[in-house]
């Protein structure tokens, strides 16, 4: 059921027709803000891990770690939220500096060791693919060059290594070259030389498929999936039928000669949303994320009304107070269907995650049943001494009364962080001074 209606007014002019107002009402879509809701968890956890992973030797002190919270975005306190993920990091004893009070560290775990091999197992295996990656961001560019500040700000999005910019990238000088000089905005990444076979589009792809299967040529355009319950407007729908009529532009192509207000540029624009949503690992990039790009792919000053206008191609999210522009047709519902490669990288992580969930379900399982146990026997003695002494004793009220408690707030207990080891004596000791 879609809800939480609102509208927006475009405003829009071309030269053979002028519709001044349109109408574009935006509705929720409770499954694809699920589809959003789903990494929440995962992505917190990729946070703190990085932290940890950041620091010389890969360890830090917890009450360190527990001065981050706000920068990583954690709610909870550092040792909640190590004790709800045992299967990240081990706590163990070691001194900060010499003479001092041994204090808790974590380190990551061999499990997550061996899930950061796996990550780099499968970075190896796609390098042909995220190298086709950038060079489509850089060829679809105005300038055929981007920030190399801006990119490494969305190598997330795009599922893009660390170290891309340094390991990658001078390994394909075919391809890239870093020009400028060190500084915060002042190094770019160009492009050297133009692949023709990068520069087709999906929608462009899927044309040439239909194309073969079904013996006849097929014209490339988007595929318009309206939610449930979406009606657009008389006057909207006239203006889509004749938009979808044009030919499509690809994201690819030079269109310096098109006036940036006309139609045709119009749908050059959806086909470079389109194909930047299908580049990225999730079909799916904040609004704000987009808006560093607008010189580079001369994006207009109010394209997220784009996304509204285009509904049966995007849904536009404003799930967790942020606008995030999603790919329609990379979903059924919730569950994205058109998989990057790349994802195989969250699935290992995930996979990691549900262990240690599963391992600290189960040890909280057994220590509440220990506990129940200890109530249990209680209550018998009680009821022995209560018999011995049929006229009561001063201390029968006060253990019924605490085994009530117990019963109340075993459900709810919290069990101390389990300290795995103790630091060798070769360790980084000093890393933190």
């Known amino acids: 059921m879609f809800c939480k209606t609102k509208t927006r007014t475009v405003f829009y002019h071309n030269n053979t027709r002028c519709i001044s107002s349109l109408k574009v009402v935006w509705r929720k879509d409770p499954a694809l803000d699920r589809?959003?809701?789903?990494?929440?968890?995962?992505?917190?956890?990729?946070?703190?891990?990085?932290?940890?992973?950041?620091?010389?030797?890969?360890v830090i002190s917890l009450r360190y770690l527990e001065k981050r919270r706000e920068r990583m975005r954690l709610k909870v306190k550092a040792e909640t939220f190590i004790n709800q993920n045992p299967g990240l990091f081990d706590v163990y004893y070691d001194r900060i500096k010499p003479k001092t009070e041994p204090v808790r560290f974590?380190?990551?775990?061999?499990?997550?060791?061996?899930?950061?091999?796996?990550?780099?197992?499968?970075?190896?295996?796609?390098?042909?693919?995220?190298?086709?990656?950038?060079?489509?961001?850089?060829m679809m560019s105005k300038s055929k060059f981007l920030s190399a500040d801006k990119l490494l700000h969305v190598k997330r999005e795009f599922g893009f290594p660390n170290d891309f910019l340094v390991d990658l990238v001078p390994r394909y000088p075919q391809y890239f070259r870093l020009t400028g000089s060190p500084g915060e905005g002042k190094s770019f990444l160009e492009l050297v030389d133009w692949n023709p076979e990068f520069a087709k589009s999906v929608i462009?792809?899927?044309?040439e498929e239909e194309s073969e299967r079904m013996g006849i040529r097929v014209r490339p355009n988007f595929n318009v999936q309206l939610p449930p319950g979406f009606v657009l407007k008389k006057e909207m729908r006239?203006?889509?039928?004749?938009?979808m009529e044009l030919d499509y532009l690809s994201p690819y192509e030079d269109v310096s000669h098109l006036d940036q207000a006309?139609?045709?540029?119009?749908?050059?624009?959806?086909?470079?949303?389109?194909?930047?949503?299908?580049?990225?690992?999730?079909?799916?990039?904040?609004?704000?994320?987009?808006?560093?790009?607008?010189?580079?792919?001369?994006?207009?000053?109010?394209?997220?009304?784009?996304?509204?206008?285009?509904?049966?191609?995007?849904?536009?999210s404003l799930k967790g107070g942020i606008e995030t522009a999603l790919l329609r047709e990379a979903y059924r519902g919730e569950e994205l269907?058109?998989?990057?490669?790349?994802?195989?990288?969250?699935?290992?992580?995930?996979?990691?995650?549900?262990?240690?969930?599963?391992?600290?379900?189960?040890?909280?399982?057994?220590?509440?049943?220990?506990?129940?146990?200890?109530?249990q026997l209680l209550a018998s003695k009680v009821g022995v001494y209560q018999h011995s002494a049929p006229n009561g004793a001063s201390g029968i009220?006060?253990?019924?009364?605490?085994?009530?408690?117990?019963?109340?707030?075993?459900?709810?207990?919290?069990?101390?962080?389990?300290?795995?080891?103790?630091?060798?004596?070769?360790?980084l000791t000093h890393a933190l001074d």
């Open 204 to 207: 462009e792809k899927r044309a």
């Open 397 to 427: 009220r006060s253990n019924l009364q605490y085994i009530s408690w117990m019963q109340k707030h075993v459900e709810n207990t919290v069990f101390p962080m389990e300290v795995t080891g103790s630091s060798p004596r070769n360790s």
């Open 106 to 138: 974590i380190r990551p775990t061999d499990r997550l060791h061996r899930f950061l091999q796996e990550e780099q197992r499968i970075f190896s295996e796609n390098e042909p693919f995220i190298v086709s990656k950038l060079c489509k961001l850089l």
């Open 337 to 375: 269907v058109d998989r990057d490669p790349l994802l195989r990288i969250k699935d290992k992580f995930v996979e990691l995650l549900e262990e240690g969930w599963r391992k600290r379900e189960e040890q909280l399982r057994l220590k509440q049943e220990k506990i129940k146990e200890g109530m």
């Open 262 to 316: 006309s139609r045709e540029m119009e749908k050059r624009s959806v086909g470079m949303f389109h194909e930047l949503l299908s580049l990225s690992l999730h079909k799916r990039i904040p609004i704000p994320i987009l808006g560093k790009f607008c010189d580079e792919y001369r994006f207009s000053n109010a394209f997220s009304s784009t996304f509204t206008r285009h509904s049966g191609i995007f849904y536009l």
């Open 35 to 58: 589809a959003i809701e789903h990494d929440k968890r995962y992505k917190q956890c990729a946070r703190v891990v990085k932290e940890v992973l950041n620091e010389p030797g890969q």
């Open 238 to 243: 006239e203006w889509v039928r004749d938009w």
